[in-house]
């Protein structure tokens, strides 16, 4: 396994502008996560796909916000009109179907000005 | 819906010292725990999962957990830290068919001469 990757690592955005984040997770997990950390925070759960099927949606996830899985390997995450409130680390993870094990990637950390 | 408190926002100790990380769950499901370790500007690395079986759990860095269905707890230990102990240290919960994990607002381990 070659372990899960975010790109790009770093963003740094002025308000107002769309970012995209994107993710590939390990080959044959079939589930992919989406999460966003604040300093001082844990992580919290924003998204799930199972496949290509997004299957539930945090409150969390403004109408600003968007996730796709279109082909069932990898994803995006986009935030359309960027808030500085946006500024947070967004973390990916995978896992087979029925684990319960997620595998974490190094995360892409987004700035808005 | 779960929840998880993680009592101790920074724990300091001296490097050998023994360490307690305390982590309590709440669920009205049957769940498995995890504990999950953040080095600086990096993504989670797993450290030690309980999912069935034997209620103490080990890592293979000397730390362990033991989950207490009674007192619904998942507290995580080391006999003797080092300073490369040195993180942050997350308590989550999953249950439920989803997987997706709820996370605690972390642990700081700060491991001093």
């Known amino acids: 396994d070659t372990g899960v990757s975010q790109n790009p690592r770093h963003k740094i955005t002025k308000r107002g502008q769309n970012v995209t984040f994107r993710c590939d997770p390990i080959?044959?997990?079939?589930?992919l996560y989406w999460y966003r950390q604040t300093l001082g925070q844990g992580p919290e759960f924003l998204t799930y796909?199972?496949?290509?099927?997004?299957?539930?949606k945090s409150r969390l996830l403004s109408d600003r916000f968007s996730a796709e899985r279109p082909k069932g390997s990898f994803s995006t995450l986009e935030i359309q009109r960027t808030e500085q409130g946006d500024s947070a680390m967004y973390l990916c993870?995978?896992?087979?179907?029925?684990?319960?094990?997620?595998?974490f990637g190094e995360g892409s950390r987004l700035t808005v000005l | 819906a779960q929840s998880v408190t993680q009592l101790d926002s920074q724990v300091p100790v001296f490097e050998e010292a023994p360490v307690e990380l305390r982590c309590n769950y709440s669920?009205?499901?049957?769940?498995?725990l995890f504990w999950y370790v953040q080095y600086p500007n990096q993504g989670l690395q797993l450290l030690l999962k309980?999912?069935?079986?034997?209620?103490l759990v080990e890592s293979i860095n000397g730390f362990e957990a033991e989950f207490n269905k009674s007192q619904t707890s998942f507290h995580l230990r080391k006999p003797s830290v080092h300073i490369s102990d040195t993180a942050e240290y997350f308590c989550?919960?999953?249950?439920?068919?989803?997987?997706?994990?709820?996370f605690g607002k972390g642990t700081l381990l700060t491991v001093n001469p």
């Open positions: 309980y999912l069935s079986g034997s209620t």
């Open positions: 989550a919960v999953s249950g439920g068919s989803n997987y997706k994990l709820t």
């Open positions: 993870a995978s896992s087979r179907m029925n684990t319960g094990e997620l595998f």
């Open positions: 796909f199972q496949n290509e099927a997004q299957l539930e």
């Open positions: 669920s009205s499901v049957s769940v498995y």
């Open positions: 080959s044959e997990h079939n589930r």
